[in-house]
């Protein structure tokens, strides 16, 4: 790895896939099941934590300690099953990580959902052969908005200084992580986060969605001469 001259490390749901409407009814249906109710909008505005951080916001502690890993499981076999044939990738993000890796750039991803979502994830988004690292909510104690999985992330990045680690993510949450990690970040609002929001937590630039941010890489914090 060290023989690249910087590294993109990007969160997938909301950035690279079409997935945050999905995960928040699927929390929504979950929580139901269980005889909690959760508002869609007030899920979706936790959507970017993994399960650890989103949970407690929907149940009690004590209920938490009790049901929280089924309630998880529950909801992760729900999604498996309704809803992750309906996300879709966003426009450009193969030839974005494409551009990225011909600059001589490492590419990794850094997400708060579990393993084996992410090694679907790649899979729907025609990635396998364009990513160097992963790092998931199994390898972090604690998910975003902590800094766990981006300091996971940037052991699997050895002999890269922080400067040249920028962050790609649509939510607050992998802004704050990041940033808690030595990291900058790129915000993109295809999540569906208000740009005041994503500059407020440290977004150092903001694009629409990764289509937006190659055709506009040249000038872009990404671009090797300014990385």
Known sequence: MASHRGAVVFDID?????????????????????????????????IGKGGDQLLPVFVDRDRLAREGKTIEAYRSDLFKRRYLDQVRPFPGVQELLSRLREDGLAVALASSGKASEVENYQRILGIEG??????????????????????????????LPKAAVIAVGDTPYDA?????AGIRTIGLLCGGFPEADLSAAGCIALYRDPQDLLDGYARSPLAVKRL
């Not at 945050?20 to 929580?31: G, N, P, S, T």
């Not at 704050?176 to 808690?180: H, L, N, R, V, Y």
Request: no cysteine; glycine share 6%.
């Open 14 to 46: 909301g950035t690279l896939l079409d997935s945050v409407d999905q995960h928040a009814r699927a929390w929504v249906e979950a929580f139901a099941h269980f005889g909690i109710h959760a508002e869609e909008a007030e899920v979706r505005h936790q």
């Open 130 to 159: 364009l990513v160097d690292a992963v790092t998931s909510a199994d390898d972090a104690d604690r998910s975003k908005p902590h800094p766990d999985i981006f300091e996971a992330v940037l052991e699997k990045l050895p002999g």
């Open 176 to 180: 704050e992580a990041a940033g808690k």
